[in-house]
């Protein structure tokens, strides 16, 4: 699953789905505030946080003569 239990995220504040737009977009309101919400770039960035999570980082050391 991309959002584990033991990860810590900010809540979801309450929102009214507005629609799409072009078929790309996602609008939304949130108080008085209306958000456009790039589908594939939220997509991307899901994918990119769920590869973060499960990369193991190898740290090589190098000589800099």
């Not at 629609?19 to 977009?25: I, N, Q, V």
């Not at 008085?32 to 990119?48: G, N």
């Amino acid at each position: 699953s991309v959002f584990e239990e033991t990860e810590k995220y900010k809540p979801i504040p309450n929102y009214k789905y507005i629609g799409a737009l072009f078929s790309t977009y996602i609008v939304i309101e949130i108080k008085e505030d209306i958000y456009i919400i790039d589908q594939h770039a939220a997509h991307e960035k899901i994918l990119y946080e769920k590869y973060i999570r499960s990369a193991s980082f190898c740290y090589i050391p190098i000589s800099i003569y």
